[in-house]
């Protein structure tokens, strides 16, 4: 790293990344009365995947009273199911109301991290040299921002115009165009619906068929904003009740699978109801069990498909030539311009960053077998390094808001714990780490996550990194404080 390190003392607290996740734990360390942090973002302004997933139709699949911090609750949201600029802006209202914009540094990109384990600090490089030094260091970079992308042969002859749905060209008017669709996850099934009118043709290319249910989804009544405005424990209450309604569907992820029958006999009627085309209808049944990948919800998705300009595709992609896709059955799909909606490199966290940590051990390699931390937030070897939305985190059920709260607790704590005890730094110890994950990938085992699919929440040796096998109010409970047993307390 180039040796160019902040003049004054080290900050007691640095956070990469500015959605949710970094922006939320900020919100608390304000709380606690610590003031000593920065927020690093690589991009122009705040918001994470809620500022760079601006493609028509983009909304939140969780009710919108669950997706917003219950210590900065939001009375007037206008839908049950909010709009992407909704909470984009609920965002920045965080960031005003609680004066965060002193704290973040906009348009810096970190490289990479050194653990100066003499000192007790992390040395952190931003693009361009710059270092900054750090006691805490906290990645809230999450899962879920970084896109990917097909390898496609003959990709490179392509003439016409490509993106992917989490860059959306909005300068690219789609009216009359020939376009192609390239997956068929939960980004897909809300912005097809919004371009279907306007094009000339819509290929939709799926490599899977996705379990798609009814959205229960509709703008709020004036009557009832203004009602929770005014009592806002009917807010807390509605909340509660959204929070134990989603709970309970856990027991279908984690413990029964077999109860996925029920909800597999909903999405049935209502792709029978939406989908009038038997072939169409055949294309769109999935071959694997329901939840095994991102269970959907959508009104407007099947009925755009059944359109007579879309047509879906469920051959593989072959090669691709100068204005046209060809599938492996021979057929030649003419295209104008081509979509991504293939989701994002889940599993890679933290990269492409670079961190050390002890004797100079790379992140990457200490991963080289799968992402793993304990309890989602520390990895040994890598002290005073914390990840929010971290490995084994996400959720098939409910809200990451929820597990996020859980997190902050956890990390509060462990700096609380560095203060009081004047330690150098926490390191978790090698043996708790492997006992947690060999007991968290037993309980996986048991999930509707392993019936048998490939999803984004598993490597590409099927090991699952993402998901949490488990309640939410138990990872709760595991994370309100530090058991200093399960760390090397360094002076």
Not at 434 to 462: F, P, V
Request: charged share 20%; hydrophobic share 40%; with cysteine.
């Amino acid at each position: 790293m180039n040796n160019n390190p902040r003049t004054n003392a080290p900050w007691r607290v640095l956070i990469i990344g500015s959605g949710f996740a970094g922006l939320g734990l900020a919100m608390q360390l304000r709380k606690a009365g610590e003031d000593d942090f920065l927020l690093l973002e690589k991009a122009g302004e705040v918001g994470g995947t809620w500022r760079d997933n601006s493609y028509p139709g983009a909304a939140c699949d969780v009710p919108s009273h669950l997706y917003s911090f219950s210590f900065e609750p939001k009375h007037d949201w206008s839908r049950k199911f909010a709009p992407q600029a909704e909470i984009h802006a609920y965002i920045l209202q965080c960031v005003e109301k609680h004066r965060l914009r002193p704290h973040i540094r906009l348009n810096s990109e970190v490289l990479g991290a050194e653990f100066d384990a003499a000192r007790g600090i992390w040395r952190v490089e931003l693009a361009g040299g710059e270092v900054i030094e750090t006691q805490v260091l906290v990645s809230a970079c999450g899962q879920l921002n970084r896109p990917a992308y097909p390898k496609l042969p003959g990709l490179e002859h392509f003439r016409g115009e490509a993106f992917h749905s989490a860059r959306w060209r909005h300068d690219l008017d789609l009216t009359g165009k020939r376009v192609a669709v390239i997956g068929t996850g939960a980004s897909a099934i809300q912005f097809v619906p919004q371009i279907q009118p306007k094009v000339a043709s819509l290929s939709l290319f799926q490599r899977s068929a996705a379990y798609v249910l009814a959205k229960p989804d509709r703008a709020y009544r004036p009557w009832e904003i203004a009602l929770k405005q005014r009592l806002p424990l009917l807010q807390r209450a509605d909340r509660l009740l959204q929070y134990l309604h989603h709970e309970g569907r856990a027991l279908a992820f984690i413990r029964f699978p077999w109860l996925m029958r029920l909800f597999r006999h909903s999405f049935t009627r209502h792709l029978q109801r939406q989908m009038p085309d038997a072939g169409k209808r055949e294309r769109l049944q999935p071959n694997y069990p329901m939840g095994c990948k991102r269970i959907l919800i959508s009104n407007d998705y099947f009925p755009a498909l059944a359109q007579a300009n879309v047509d879906v595709v469920d051959s593989a992609i072959r090669e691709v030539r100068e204005q046209s896709l060809v599938t492996a059955d021979g057929r030649e799909h003419p295209c104008d311009v081509l979509i991504y909606g293939t989701g994002f490199t889940a599993t890679d966290f933290l990269a492409p960053m670079r961190i050390r940590g002890l004797d100079g051990l790379e992140l990457n390699q200490a991963w080289k077998e799968g992402a793993e931390a304990y309890k989602g937030i520390s990895v040994s070897g890598f002290p005073n390094l914390f990840l929010l939305y971290g490995p084994n985190t996400n959720l098939g059920h409910n809200s990451i808001l929820y597990m996020l709260e859980s997190q902050y607790a956890y990390v509060l704590g462990c700096m609380q714990v560095l203060r009081e005890q004047g330690l150098r730094y926490l390191d978790l110890r090698p043996t708790v780490q492997r006992s947690y994950n060999a007991e968290l990938q037993q309980a996986t085992h048991r999930t509707i996550w392993e019936q048998g699919c490939d999803s984004w929440y598993k490597t590409a040796t099927g090991k699952n990194t993402n998901n949490w096998p488990g309640f939410t109010f138990t990872y709760r409970l595991m994370t309100r404080t530090p058991e200093l047993a399960d760390y090397d307390c360094v002076r």
